[in-house]
């Protein structure tokens, strides 16, 4: 059947125009009643789709770029890093003159920058003033499981708790925390908790160029300036506010002198940012996980939810845009077509250029793999007791905490393969480690990868397939899901054990 007939078939006459049908109170939520698999989880919360939005022009636009906060360190031990991040709801201003409450750590949109050196011991305590459970997960990092925000560790609301973890040689890069209790991940990030954090080396090839910052998140607020609960379509296609923001500004303008390094994150719920800087290139030098080997210059670059990017950028004097250019991940049902955005204003202010050493950095040789693993992203709509029901499945089944779908043995090397069995884009992401993709296949063709990188979140469009290498070099529980967080939270998500 195609698409546009199943969509029809499932949905019946109505299709999805109609936002607030209560059929999609049915939207399965990790596996409701009815099916054998999943953990039982309360029903979705769901707005109305028609609620009115405030215009984009209801934030300022063009100001100077923000500086991301810093936590300070509150350790006297030297190669210690200790802090305390405070979630928690608060009214903060974002339209002049209106009140938003936010849910944000240390009252900061974006969350605080945490700052480590490759062999430092982090301890960061946690305290949840949230009135629900929360957990803060370290996207990316090589931490133990026990210290990784499971959504088994949650920490309760009002509760609070340590993390801690050293970081090992070899694990500079650009990360992201967050949110990750069962259920609540989508609403905690799109209410405003995410933070950042960068693992610097101490022998960086890149050290002397100044760094800039670009956090870009998502913002909805209805007219009222109140952050609204997901709807239908965005339990469907993952949530996209009217505001794509940089460092919680709307097109920022950022100033470029010499050369300079950029670490860009796409710490939004569901958009895609197909970033680009028209009229020139784009140097990229480094991934999720830190430099790549070699500088590699592109014409625009494509960051799923949850990827990272580090940028060289340099140049002749003058005035260009950073766009984030239309993408189409095939959402599902009546939605807006795709549009250009322009996320900020950049700002030569002289010729500027790169002078980049041949070689960032070298990864060490690939490791033949010894176990192989096959993992199957799917969306399925079903008719359950006279309601339409979607599900977002990982090898056929609805996440379950309790259950463990794959084990790993601690350290081995090995080739999984990732298919999205689905009509639309799905970012692949998993806990604990950097994996390197070796090759995609999409009708039939398989593509190497232009550049070996250390990634923990790959997008795959709908029938493509990727095969990645992979170690876990700590025992326990991680999750790999899908990083559009509402296809998370309703069960595109599942569990290797590493013994
Ligand atoms: Cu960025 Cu499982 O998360
Ligand atoms: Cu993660
Ligand atoms: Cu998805």
């Not at 002397?208 to 239908?232: G, K």
């Not at 950049?346 to 950095?361: G, N, T, V």
């Not at 070298?362 to 008719?383: C, D, Q, W, Y």
Request: some cysteine; aromatic content about 6%.
């Amino acid at each position: 059947m195609n698409r546009r007939h199943f969509l029809h078939a499932a949905l019946g006459s109505a299709g999805l125009a109609l936002a607030s049908n209560p059929l999609w109170a049915a939207i399965n939520h990790g596996g409701h009643a009815g099916h054998a698999s999943g953990t039982p989880a309360m029903p979705l919360k769901m707005a109305p789709g028609n609620i009115s939005l405030l215009p984009v022009n209801a934030l300022p636009a063009g100001q100077p770029h923000a500086i991301l906060f810093r936590l300070p360190n509150l350790s006297s031990k030297p190669a210690v890093v200790a802090a305390t991040i405070t979630a928690e709801p608060y009214e903060a201003e974002l339209i002049p003159g209106k009140k938003t409450v936010v849910w944000a750590y240390n009252r900061s949109i974006p969350g605080p920058l945490i700052e480590a050196f490759e062999g430092d011991t982090v301890e960061i305590r946690f305290v949840n003033k949230l009135t629900q459970a929360s957990t803060v997960h370290w996207h990316g990092m090589p931490v133990p499981a026990d210290q990784d925000g499971n959504p088994q560790d949650a920490v309760p609301a009002g509760g609070e708790r340590l993390y801690r973890f050293s970081l090992p040689v070899g694990s500079a890069g650009t990360y992201w925390y967050h949110p990750h209790p069962h259920g609540d991940t989508s609403e905690q990030v799109y209410r405003g908790l995410a933070g950042l954090f960068i693992v610097r080396a101490k022998n960086d090839v890149l050290a002397h160029l100044p760094e800039q910052h670009l956090v870009i998140s998502d913002l909805r607020l209805a007219s009222d300036a109140s952050i609204p609960d997901n709807n239908m379509n965005d339990w469907m296609n993952g949530r996209e506010g009217q505001f794509a923001l940089v460092n919680g500004q709307r097109e920022p303008v950022i100033t470029v002198g010499e050369a300079q390094r950029w670490r860009i994150w796409n710490a939004c719920s569901a958009r895609y940012l197909r970033l680009a800087i028209p009229g020139r290139k784009i140097i990229l030098a480094g991934s999720d996980g830190g430099l790549l080997e070699r500088a590699q210059e592109v014409s625009e670059l494509l960051l799923a939810p949850g990827e990272r990017a580090e940028w060289i950028v340099a140049g002749p004097a003058g005035a260009v845009s950073l766009m984030a250019l239309a993408y189409d991940r095939s959402k599902m049902g009546k939605v807006a077509p795709e549009q250009d955005i322009r996320l900020a204003s950049i700002q030569f202010s002289q010729d500027s250029a790169a002078k980049l050493p041949e070689r960032l950095r070298t990864l060490p040789p690939r490791i033949k793999p010894v176990a192989k693993k096959r993992v199957v992203f799917s969306e399925i709509m079903s008719m359950e007791g006279g309601q339409h029901s979607m599900q977002f499945l990982v090898n056929g089944k609805s996440y379950d905490m309790q259950r463990v779908d794959l084990t790993s043995r601690l350290g081995d090397t090995e080739l999984w393969e990732i298919v999205n069995d689905s009509h639309m884009d799905h970012p692949f992401h998993i806990h604990g480690t950097q994996f390197e993709v070796l090759d995609t296949t999409l009708k039939g063709k398989t593509t190497p990868a232009s550049w070996r990188a250390n990634k923990d979140t790959f997008n795959l469009k709908p029938n493509q397939s990727a095969r990645i290498l992979i170690t876990q070099k700590h025992r326990g529980l991680r999750m790999y899901h899908c990083h559009i967080l509402e296809h998370e939270g309703q069960g595109m998500m599942g569990q290797v054990l590493v013994k």
